[in-house]
């Protein structure tokens, strides 16, 4: 079955603490992994994708295909990064219809 | 550019009503979805149309919700009737294929918060 799991639906830490949103994945073939992000009062929005091997906003996530997981992290947490993150997969090759599965989301509160 | 627009942003009915959403999306976007996001969940595909073919319903209940891409543009999502358990949040993409990457970076709309009574 293709599923994403986000086991944490609050994750809260202080400014300046490392963060770590976990997203593990269950596909058969070769998923594409992204991390959605969606501020208080905006539109959901694309935060980074594997596959680019990005920074964003200094974020990262490193995707283990042997432990199915796609965990987000920031050394440093900023106020501003809290907002509701989503872990998603799609397929990838000539099969990839565009198609994402997402997980249920973690709110990240940074506390002053 | 011009984002995604959906309308309205919010609609309140009684169950066994009829309502439609509306979404424009990003200018030369090929690709369409309409994805329902009940509270507390992510977003879940309902339908997708590459400009106006469907691609994929396999998760729309089609007994009751119905959707249309005329013109391969403007696309409208009606529920009929509705139930309880339609209470969402109705978001719709838009994407365009990034060929080089094979991989398709969707845009999304405010989405319609649909409450039914």
């Known amino acids: 079955a293709q599923r994403v799991t986000q086991p944490e639906k609050l994750l809260s830490v202080f400014k300046g603490a490392p963060v770590e949103l976990k997203c593990n994945y269950s596909?058969?073939?070769?998923?594409?992994l992204f991390w959605y992000v969606q501020y208080s009062r905006q539109r959901l929005q694309l935060l980074l994708r594997?596959?680019s091997r990005e920074s964003i906003k200094g974020f990262t996530a490193d995707l283990n295909k042997g432990e199915t997981s796609f965990h987000l992290k920031k050394p440093f947490a900023q106020e501003e990064d809290s907002a509701m993150y989503y872990c998603?997969?799609?397929?990838?090759?000539?099969?990839?219809?565009?198609?994402?599965?997402f997980g249920q989301g973690t709110t990240l509160q940074v506390k002053p | 550019e011009a984002g995604v627009a959906q309308s309205p942003r919010y609609k309140i009915i009684e169950k066994r009503q009829s309502v439609a959403f509306w979404c424009n999306p990003i200018?030369?976007?090929?690709?369409l979805y309409w994805y329902q996001q009940i509270l507390g969940q992510g977003p879940k595909l309902l339908i997708q149309?590459?400009?106006?073919?469907?691609?994929?319903d396999s998760q729309l209940p089609k007994d009751r919700f119905s959707a249309e891409r005329l013109k391969g543009v403007d696309s409208t999502l009606k529920i009929q009737p509705a139930k309880l358990e339609d209470s969402a949040v109705y978001l719709c993409?838009?994407?365009?294929?990034?060929?080089?990457?094979?991989?398709?970076?969707?845009?999304f709309g405010p989405g319609t918060r649909l409450t039914v009574t």
């Open positions: 149309f590459q400009n106006n073919g469907v691609v994929d």
């Open positions: 993409a838009s994407s365009l294929v990034i060929l080089a990457e094979d991989t398709y970076e969707q845009y």
């Open positions: 998603a997969l799609s397929g990838r090759g000539s099969s990839n219809t565009g198609k994402l599965i």
């Open positions: 596909y058969s073939g070769s998923p594409e």
């Open positions: 200018s030369g976007h090929a690709t």
């Open positions: 594997h596959i």
